[in-house]
Every structure is written in structure tokens, then in C-alpha cells.
């Protein structure tokens, strides 16, 4: 997964949309040539000695409780924050920034435990074929829409094709060509939220801005595609830029451990942190993949530890949550969410994205307890 993840946007970034983007040097691409290598290995190991199993599950008695405990907080977080981000867009009286929305910290639990739960409750449905719970899905990620977090939206998505895939003993040629088709509808659809998040009729207007070269601007790719272009490869483009101008270390290991290791919602009260800037191509491209600050910190010294640490994280979790028999499926989705957009950014850092990690460990440790106990019971009789 890793290696699929990060070979795309490398593919990306040889359509050549964009002026802005640097030539990629030798040094990144030696540097990513030797994770591929050390993950296949990895994962080759891995595949030996723990292979992972599909396993169905039984649909859950507690959707519409869990559903409506996710709107009712919902309902309390429009009340604080007195809008409704579409609502408010549509009227043209919407400025989206980190804190628009939402109760600081409970907005960053709610949005993790409804991706994980939307995730989760797709797995339900391939489990189980029942109409319902496609439904009950459909309810699970609305609220995502109504706040217009894409993101939000793109990780259930990602999450539920790779629930799909991991239920399939092979992969055929037409679930190949069913999967580029979503793949290339999703991406379309994230240009047109993109086009109405930015206010703008022009749907050029991004590319234009951005650097898009004329020959794309000519073509008759639906500009709306820019965006996932930009969102793909300019991570990328960001760390190259980033490579080229940090002439020395800006940091130390204290803070790059700080900052890059632990989860944010555990460093915000524990730790003093300031705001962290790297060398940008654009004003409004600010995103760098997992390695961008750590390159800042400790220059190549950094990326390599983060590569470790970052590894390291994947492969623990997967040992622990393939126990697991009702979470090891969208655990394992989640996890694979966690790689393909630690190429935007630091998705362990990141506690929106992190915190999905924990609830599939949370609930299995719960259902584990309770089997036990049960069993102790039934012992007793």
C-alpha cells in the first residue's frame, strides 16, 4: 500500500498541468526507491508470518443509536456555532477556515468517529447484502456534506473501497475498470465541491491561478480534474521546493518528536508549539506529504526517522488489530487511509485522521472483555 500510494503522485506529476512544480531531483527519488524497497520486504514478511483473513460480520444492533447520538451532536455543534456550513455557502455568507465550525475539541472527536463509523457500517453492508444498511451508510456520511469537508467525505470513500477490495477473494479485470471508473467520478465530484468551496463560476479559475500551463487550459480535460491534480502531486512539488531551499537544519530532535510523532490532540495541552511554515511553490498549496517538516527539522536525517517511525506504527497496529475478528476489516481500511494521505500530510500528527485508529482497538478490547466475561459466566452455569 505504501508503495502504491506513494508512487502516484510521482505519476501525477509527469502531466505537467502546472509551471510551478520543480524538477524532481535524484536525491528524492533515491530516498523513495529505498522505502519501496525496505516496505516490500516488510510486507513480505509481514504476509508470511501474519497473512491477513476477510472476515463477515453480523449487522450491528446499535446503528441507529450510534447515528443518533452523531446527529444530536451535530445539532449541538450547529447550535454553537448558529449555521450550517452548505446552508451558509449557498447563501454566499460562508468563510471556511480551521475553527468556522464546531466545538473545539469535541468537533475533532465527532469527525473521527463518524468517518471510522461510516466506514464500519459499510463493511456491515458487504457483509451482509442487506438494503437498510446502505441507508444507514448514506445517513453515516451526510453530515460530511452538510459541512463540506471534503476530506471527510474522500476518507469514508477510500475507506469503503478498500473494505470492497479486502472482500474480494481476487481482483478481476472488470473490477478493475469498475474501481478506475468510481475513481475517476469521486475525483470529478471533489473538483465541482472544490469549485463551490472557492465561490467561483469559472471552473478554470483554480488551474488559471495555480500555474495550469496553456496547453491544459486548452485541452478538453474537465478542469475539474485540476483539483485532484493539485491535491495529488503538489505534496510533492511542496517538499522538492522544500529540499531546495532549506539550506540546514531548522529544528532538533526534541521538536521534530514533538511536533511530528505525537498526535496533536495530545501535544495541544501538553506541549508548547508554534506554528510551522516550509517552503511553499504556492501561498495556498500548503501541504508537503508525512516527510515535509521533518526535512526542515533534521534535513535527511529527519525524513529517515519518520520513515522508521512511520512503519513501524503500521505494522504494530496491523499485528494487534488482526486479533481482532469484527474490527480487522475497517481497522485495516482505515490504516490503509492513514498511508495514501500521509501523502498530504502527517497523518499520525494529524488527530482527526489518527483518532480513527483508536476506535477499532477501543471497541475490540471492549468485546474481547465482555466475551470473557460471558465465558466465565457460562463456566459458572
Known amino acids: 500500500m505504501y508503495i502504491a500510494a506513494f508512487s502516484l503522485p510521482f505519476a501525477v506529476y509527469t502531466l505537467q498541468w502546472s509551471t510551478i512544480y520543480p524538477a524532481l531531483t535524484n536525491q528524492l527519488l533515491y530516498f523513495y526507491l529505498f522505502t519501496f524497497t525496505v516496505c516490500l520486504i516488510l510486507g513480505s514478511l509481514i504476509q ?26 451535530y445539532l449541538i455543534e450547529s447550535l454553537y456555532s448558529k449555521q450550517v456550513p452548505l446552508l451558509q455557502i449557498a447563501s454566499g455568507s460562508f468563510e471556511y477556515s480551521e475553527y468556522s465550525f464546531g ?18 457500517t459499510f463493511h456491515q453492508y458487504i457483509s451482509s447484502r442487506r438494503t437498510h444498511l446502505i441507508l444507514t451508510f448514506i445517513l453515516a456520511i451526510f453530515p460530511f456534506f452538510l459541512l463540506v469537508t471534503r476530506s471527510s467525505i474522500l476518507h469514508v470513500l477510500l475507506g469503503s473501497f478498500f473494505v470492497y477490495l ?30 463551490i468551496r472557492s465561490k467561483s463560476e469559472d471552473s478554470s479559475y483554480i488551474a488559471r491561478i495555480s500555474g495550469g500551463t496553456e496547453q ?38 526534541r521538536s521534530m518528536i514533538v511536533n511530528e510523532f505525537v498526535p496533536t490532540f495530545l501535544t495541544k495541552f501538553t506541549f508548547h508549539t508554534e506554528e510551522r511554515h516550509f517552503n511553499q511553490i504556492n501561498p495556498f498549496l500548503n501541504v508537503g506529504t508525512i516527510y515535509v517538516y521533518c526535512f526542515s527539522d533534521l534535513r ?30 475497517s481497522g485495516l481500511a482505515i490504516l490503509c487511509n492513514i498511508i495514501v494521505f500521509a501523502n498530504f500530510h502527517n497523518t499520525i500528527s494529524y488527530s482527526v485522521i489518527s483518532l480513527q485508529l483508536v476506535y477499532p482497538i477501543i471497541f475490540s478490547m471492549n468485546r474481547l472483555v465482555k466475551n470473557r466475561h460471558i465465558q466465565q459466566f457460562q463456566k459458572m452455569d
Not at 170 to 178: A, F, H, Q
Not at 216 to 237: C, D, E, R, T
Not at 304 to 316: A, D, E, K, R
Open 48 to 73: 508470511i508470518s501474519v497473512p491477513f483473513k476477510y472476515i463477515q460480520i453480523k449487522p450491528s444492533s446499535n446503528n441507529s443509536k450510534v447515528l443518533f447520538l452523531l446527529y444530536l451532536l
Open 103 to 120: 466545538i473545539p475539541v469535541l468537533h475533532t472527536f465527532l469527525i473521527s468517529f463518524n468517518t471510522f463509523y461510516a466506514i464500519y
Open 166 to 195: 479486502l472482500s474480494r477473494p481476487n481482483l478481476s479485470i472488470r473490477i478493475v475498470l469498475k474501481s478506475a471508473i468510481a475513481i475517476l467520478i469521486v475525483l470529478f465530484l471533489f473538483g465541482m465541491l472544490g469549485d
Open 216 to 253: 491544459f487550459l486548452n485541452s478538453s480535460v474537465p478542469k475539474q480534474y485540476y483539483w485532484s491534480y493539485l491535491y495529488i502531486a503538489s505534496p510533492v512539488a511542496n517538499l522538492q521546493n522544500n529540499i531546495n531551499f532549506t539550506s540546514a537544519p531548522e529544528g532538533d530532535y
Open 300 to 329: 535527511w536525517k529527519g525524513m529517515l526517522m519518520m520513515f522508521v517511525y512511520f512503519v513501524t506504527i503500521i505494522n504494530l497496529y496491523y499485528i494487534f488489530l488482526i486479533k481482532s475478528e469484527r474490527y480487522r476489516v
